[in-house]
Structure formats: structure tokens, C-alpha cells
């Protein structure tokens, strides 16, 4: 089975821009969860999606949005890119029950210049 | 809000030999998970061990255990036999149980390097 993959692996934006992330979870898993992780720190929760409903929200900026699609995808949009943006952004999915932890894929790297 | 804490940035250890990684954590809670995360080059944060707050006996997944230590609030991992591709960030992380957001506070990390 597929993992959890996120596209693409790479971007490079300029400032003032947008942005769109994608993410499939694992077939079967419901939940899709979002994190920012800037160089030389842990990773920080942005969003939490079950069922195409937002279940929570990090202290992010409105500049950050996020949607679920019915076949349980995920994007993460950023609008006005800043420099301080730039980071791995980790995608995570789970099914109904998070006994077992998240299972994440290898990541957005968003450079902002 | 939960903190969690990992104040080593980083460790070595010979292969063959064990290390421990510590963490702390501060919660008003009773109930929730606790995990280790590992990083690779990679990128991937791939899932290690799993603790449940309520089960007093100590989570062990093959070469890796914990010391969960509950009143101090403490959550550490040992690698027993290290092996060159422990070599890798280490995550403690921490989730809160019931409803709700299921989200995952992460410490800052700790960087294992394993000497051949």
C-alpha cells in the first residue's frame, strides 16, 4: 500500500505569493493533519481535518488555510508568503482512532526568497 | 497549554552499545499518548514507540523501550544494540486523549549520530 504522499517535494516562491499544498493519505485513513517544521525545531501543528471537517487549528495566521476533499486529500494553501515561511511542511494522516500515532509523508521543503 | 521537552540537541553512541534520550513534559491532563518520532535525512518522521498514559508498563518495540515515568512527567527511549541507520533526529512527542483536535506537540529533537 501506498504510503502517505505529499506533492511537490520542492518549491521555491517569492514573497507576496501563494501557495498550494497537496496531500492523499493512506487509503482507508479519514484524518489528515498538517505541521510546519522550520530548520533545527520540531514539528508544529497547523491543521486537522476528519471527514472534510476542520477539527483543529495551530496558532497560525489566517494568511493559512486548509480544505478536505471527499476522497479525504488534503491541501494547504498559504496566501502573502513571508521569508520566516519558509519550512518542511508534513503532511499526516490517521484513521478514526490515533491510538496508534500519525503515519507522516516526507514533506513540502517551501523556500521563500 | 503542554510543553515538551528534550534538552539533549545532541547524542553519540558506539554501535553495539545502548543510548537514552530523555524528555520531559508538563500536562494538566491525565490521560494521553506519548511518542517517539525518528527523522531520517529522509525527511520522513517514521513512529518508534507509543505510550498510553493509563498503562503503567513500559512500552518496548523490538531494540527500543521506554522509561515512562508518569509522576515526573517523564518519557525517555532507549536503543538498545544501536545500529548505523539509528543515526537520525529524534522526536518525543505528546497528544492529549478524548475528543477533540488530535494534535501532536513535538520537543525540539535530538540529534543521534552512531559511531561505526
Known amino acids: 500500500d501506498a504510503g502517505v504522499t505529499q506533492s511537490p517535494t520542492h518549491l521555491i516562491k517569492t514573497r507576496g505569493q501563494q501557495v498550494t499544498l497537496r496531500c492523499s493519505p493512506i487509503s482507508g485513513h479519514k484524518s489528515v493533519s498538517w505541521y510546519q517544521q522550520v530548520l533545527g525545531q520540531g514539528p508544529q501543528f497547523i491543521f486537522q481535518?476528519?471527514?472534510?471537517?476542520?477539527?483543529g487549528r495551530g496558532n497560525f495566521p489566517d494568511r493559512f488555510s486548509a480544505r478536505q476533499f471527499p476522497n479525504y486529500s488534503s491541501e494547504l494553501n498559504v496566501n502573502a508568503l513571508l521569508l520566516g515561511d519558509s519550512a518542511l511542511y508534513l503532511c499526516?494522516?490517521?484513521?478514526?482512532?490515533?491510538?496508534?500515532?500519525?503515519?507522516f509523508g516526507s514533506g513540502t521543503r517551501l523556500t521563500v526568497v | 497549554a503542554q510543553t515538551v521537552t528534550q534538552s539533549q540537541p545532541e547524542m553519540s553512541v558506539q554501535e553495539a552499545e545502548t543510548v537514552t534520550l530523555s524528555c520531559t513534559y508538563d500536562t494538566s491532563e491525565s490521560d494521553y499518548y506519548l511518542f517517539w518520532y525518528k527523522q531520517p535525512p529522509s525527511r520522513q518522521m517514521i513512529l518508534v514507540i507509543r505510550?498510553?498514559?493509563?498503562?503503567?508498563q513500559n512500552a518496548t518495540e523490538n531494540r527500543f523501550s521506554v522509561n515512562f515515568q508518569k509522576a515526573a512527567k517523564s518519557f525517555s527511549l532507549k536503543i538498545s544494540d544501536s545500529q548505523l541507520g539509528d543515526a537520525a533526529m529524534y522526536f518525543c512527542?505528546?497528544?492529549?486523549?478524548?475528543?477533540?483536535?488530535?494534535?501532536?506537540?513535538f520537543g525540539k529533537g535530538t540529534k543521534l549520530s552512531v559511531i561505526p
Open positions: 499526516a494522516s490517521s484513521p478514526k482512532g490515533v491510538r496508534d500515532g500519525y503515519t
Open positions: 481535518y476528519y471527514e472534510k471537517e476542520e477539527r
Open positions: 512527542a505528546y497528544m492529549r486523549s478524548g475528543a477533540g483536535s488530535y494534535q501532536l506537540t
Open positions: 505510550q498510553e498514559a493509563y498503562k503503567q
